[in-house]
């Protein structure tokens, strides 16, 4: 009998043992809701810092800035919320749904983008030619990238003439789909998003100039769901580091404390 227990008990210890070991292994685990213009360059971004936290987890969601806040709003279970518009982020701080102050990590630009015709020779008013018919822009509403395309749209005076031809996109990424697939002939979306490996060997783009609309000043935050959660201070640190700098600038992104 005494062997008997000493096996069992044996055998229990190895079981909490193996239930450690997983445990450790399976690491920690955070939600990013990300602006869908970060879509190729912050996958980048979370491939280098898995690197360095072999064990963890990074998951990331991307869509609309402004429908991630009001999600946020309604408690769902995001650990990190990088918006397109650091004002909804600073919102959401003002509000108490965030654990971290709202910080800037980029200012991105809105480029002309066509995989069918020459993008890289037209400019805004040559939106409003009869042969292009449809012409996609995230929704206004609640993306940040669509807000500039109108005020854009709007300051060179083409507002009007091409208010009829617009097809709006959930967020910039689905804007570009609409491209990509005919729906719309050209897109006015994310230089990150043009300057993508995908998007890049399809079609050409022009940059529209920055003078034609409000900054796209874009801001993070760590969500109250995610106070004191030591992965979530850690990938904010990591934004801010080198690496992922390197990857923003690559993408088109001019960074804050630099003159571009």
């Known amino acids: 009998m005494k062997l008997r227990a000493l096996f069992t008990l044996a055998a229990s210890a190895l079981l909490l043992f193996g239930f450690a070991v997983q445990s450790a292994q399976a690491g920690q685990k955070i939600t990013i809701a990300a602006a869908a213009d970060l879509k190729f360059a912050l996958d980048e971004i979370v491939v280098l810092f898995g690197k360095a936290h072999p064990g963890d987890q990074v998951e990331t969601v991307y869509g609309s800035s402004g429908k991630f806040q009001a999600q946020i709003r309604q408690g769902a279970p995001f650990d990190l919320y990088f918006s397109a518009d650091i004002a909804y982020a600073r919102a959401l701080k003002a509000e108490g749904f965030a654990a971290s102050e709202a910080q800037p990590y980029a200012v991105g630009r ?24 449809k012409i996609a822009i995230a929704n206004p509403k609640h993306a940040p990238y669509g807000k500039r395309a109108e005020e854009a749209l709007k300051a060179a005076g083409v507002w009007e003439k091409v208010e009829a031809k617009l097809v709006y996109g959930e967020n910039v990424a689905q804007t570009a789909q609409f491209v990509q697939t005919g729906n719309a002939q050209v897109g006015i979306i994310a230089l990150s998003l043009a300057l993508s490996p995908e998007l890049a060997k399809q079609g050409g783009y022009t940059l529209i100039p920055d003078k034609l609309h409000q900054p796209l000043e874009q801001g993070f935050i760590i969500t109250r769901h995610a106070a004191g959660n030591p992965l979530a201070q850690a990938f904010a640190s990591f934004m801010a580091g080198k690496e992922a700098r390197m990857v923003m600038t690559r993408y088109g992104f001019a960074l804050p404390g630099e003159v571009k």
């Open 110 to 133: 809105i480029v002309l983008w066509s995989p069918s015709r020459d993008a890289g020779r037209m400019t805004l008013t040559d939106l409003a030619d009869p042969a292009i018919q």
